[in-house]
């Protein structure tokens, strides 16, 4: 079982998409005018009549544009790559995303549980402390938080471990532990275990 971080997700759809390359991904999107209870279909061709290939959520902001663009009568579509696949979606319903519009403050609410699979491990991040825990160790760092910053196109924050390595918290909002339904507000990476932190109500 994985842990599925957005990004992550994101690479799985550029290698099953035999046309699009991470060169090819030039702008991020996000959903918009889609009510609450429903979702913006992503289509295998520029057509609504075109087999479904997935669905966005109504508040995703983590659409990716390949730049291939078609106008198919009235209907402008874009060629997007997302967690939810690969494909065509009606651009009436795409808006671009600047991860700066939602940029935090300098104060990152703490303190956050994080944890991820392969192996199975956690990490408790204090206002001053990490504590990670893997099946063969656990051990305790100072931590100093810096940020906030933009990265992948997300605001997130480099919080650097006793001064030699960091872990990057990014504030995609749409962060899966790959085993529930659960979506998590940050990504975890500190080079080495990748997860989720901070389950969404």
Not at 11 to 35: C, H, I, S
Not at 87 to 102: C, H, M, Q, R, S
Not at 123 to 134: G, L, M, Y
Request: hydrophobic share 40%; net charge negative.
């Amino acid at each position: 079982m994985k842990a599925a971080s957005t990004v992550l997700a994101i690479a799985f759809a550029l290698l099953a998409a035999p046309f699009a390359t991470a060169q090819d991904v030039e702008m991020r999107w996000r959903v918009t005018g889609v009510a609450e209870n429903d979702v913006l279909n992503i289509r295998t061709s520029p057509s609504a009549d075109s087999e479904i290939a997935g669905a966005i959520p109504f508040n995703s902001v983590s659409v990716f544009s390949t730049g291939e663009e078609k106008t198919v009568g009235s209907t402008s579509w874009l060629n997007t790559i997302s967690p939810y696949g690969y494909g065509w979606v009606n651009a009436k319903f795409l808006e671009p995303f600047d991860a700066a519009e939602i940029m935090p403050d300098e104060n990152l609410s703490l303190p956050l549980s994080c944890g991820g699979t392969e192996p199975f491990w956690s990490a408790d991040i204090s206002e001053n402390s990490v504590r990670v825990t893997t099946p063969e160790h656990e051990a305790g760092f100072d931590i100093q938080r810096d940020g906030p910053l933009i990265r992948r196109g997300a605001a997130g924050w480099d919080i650097r471990i006793q001064g030699a390595s960091s872990i990057i918290l990014l504030e995609t909002w749409e962060c899966s532990d790959g085993m529930s339904e659960t979506v998590y507000r940050y990504e975890y990476d500190d080079g080495g275990l990748k997860g989720c932190c901070g389950a969404l109500p």
